[in-house]
């Protein structure tokens, strides 16, 4: 089993992880949400800074954790794509040149392929085939699984990812950044089926719908229309119910259509990844779904839902074992599909 040290720098979390194999031996993740939450989302510039300050720290902290010397690594990696341009650079600099300079192989990671990944922390991880439901705030994907490094994408958003819905309706219930843990918290006590909330369909053009695909928009808009009603019936807003009501449906639909793809596909095995799977409806509603239709099912780990780079060291230590790594001429892609993740692990670098 190789070990590695991962940063992961794509988005506003500054993170760096040992890992060996499928054990975390260390990890660490600076959040800057409390930064970008005065902006209402996340302000690339301020990110890139931030992560600049921060990573040198977090790297210093995760070797000590390990107790292991740059000497003793078999990798170093950095999430290469897709993500906010200037925030993956940190990463990617860092971890190239320390790779350089510790004559270590550099593995680029795509930052999907991470979120997969990170349910092989589980102490019972899926074996392939599975179906992996990975749902973040720049992501709402069904991705079949046939091999590590082996990704179709079966399903998607045709709007909003999963975790920007929550955004965005957190915004317009007066809630905080991120949305998804404050319409979490709000709902608690909520009446999650009080209001009759749209589960988005995407319309082929030859008719009829595309089965496993999602659309969060017009939800969106229903949320709207019925915060502006009960406003101007000038009725004190019922944000509890609100809320449940929009967790709610945003489960069903994303456990439904998962259910139904997976079925679809003869597969036996549905996988929940992404931020937006740290919810915990979400994560009632899938195994009572997955119990009913006699499907197993693996959650990621609560602390590896939510970006970090021990999931990006699992990714890397997979390729490593492989017997790949990438160039350390690889630059960053701000994006790049999942299905072309094994391309980050070509020669000449893909980008
Ligand atoms: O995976 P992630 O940390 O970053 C991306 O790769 O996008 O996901 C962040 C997203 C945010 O949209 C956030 O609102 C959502 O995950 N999220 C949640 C919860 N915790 C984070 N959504 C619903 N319920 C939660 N408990
Ligand atoms: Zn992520």
Redesign the pocket.
């Known amino acids: 089993m190789p070990t590695v040290l991962a940063l992961e720098t794509?988005?506003d979390?500054s993170a760096a992880a040992v890992v060996h194999g499928r054990t975390v031996l260390a990890s660490a993740v600076a959040s800057q949400v409390e930064e970008h939450a005065r902006w209402g989302g996340v302000v690339p510039e301020i990110a890139s800074r931030r992560h600049v300050e921060a990573l040198p720290g977090l790297i210093e902290q995760v070797m000590r954790g390990s107790g292991l010397a740059m000497a003793e690594l078999d990798g170093i990696a950095a999430t290469v794509c897709p993500g906010l341009a200037g925030a993956l650079l940190v990463a990617s600099v860092t971890g190239r040149t320390l790779a350089r300079l510790h004559r270590k192989p550099f593995l680029g990671i795509h930052?999907l392929e991470g979120?997969l990944c990170s349910a092989q922390l589980d102490s019972d991880p899926p074996q392939p085939p599975y179906l992996v439901l990975l749902v973040?705030?720049?992501?709402t994907e069904l991705v079949r699984v046939d091999a590590p490094g082996q990704y179709r994408r079966l399903g998607r958003s045709h709007d909003d990812a999963a975790?920007?819905a929550?955004?965005k309706v957190a915004r317009l219930l007066g809630l905080g950044y991120?949305?998804?843990?404050a319409?979490?918290a709000a709902a608690e006590g909520g009446d999650p089926h009080r209001f009759a909330l749209p589960k988005g369909r995407v319309s082929r053009p030859e008719g009829g719908f595309y089965p496993h695909d999602f659309s969060f928009s017009g939800l969106k808009t229903a949320m709207l229309r019925q915060v502006r009603a009960l406003e101007a019936s000038g009725a004190m807003l019922p944000v509890a119910d609100l809320a449940a009501s929009f967790e709610q449906v945003v489960a069903e639909v994303l456990v439904e259509r998962s259910c139904r793809c997976a079925r679809d596909q003869g597969l036996g095995t549905l996988v929940l990844v992404?931020?937006?799977a740290?919810?915990?409806r979400l994560r009632r509603l899938l195994e009572v779904q997955c119990r009913e239709l006699g499907l197993r099912w693996r959650l990621a780990p609560l602390a590896y839902?939510?970006?970090n780079a021990a999931m990006i060291g699992v990714a890397a230590c997979q390729w490593l074992s492989h017997g790949t790594d990438s160039s350390t001429a690889l630059g960053i892609a701000a994006r790049w599909p999942l299905e072309q993740a094994a391309d980050l692990q070509v020669r000449p670098a893909p980008f």
């Open positions: 794509s988005c979390e930052h979120h973040s705030g720049g992501h975790g920007e929550f955004d991120p949305g998804g843990p319409i979490a992404g931020g937006v740290a919810n915990q839902c939510t970006d």
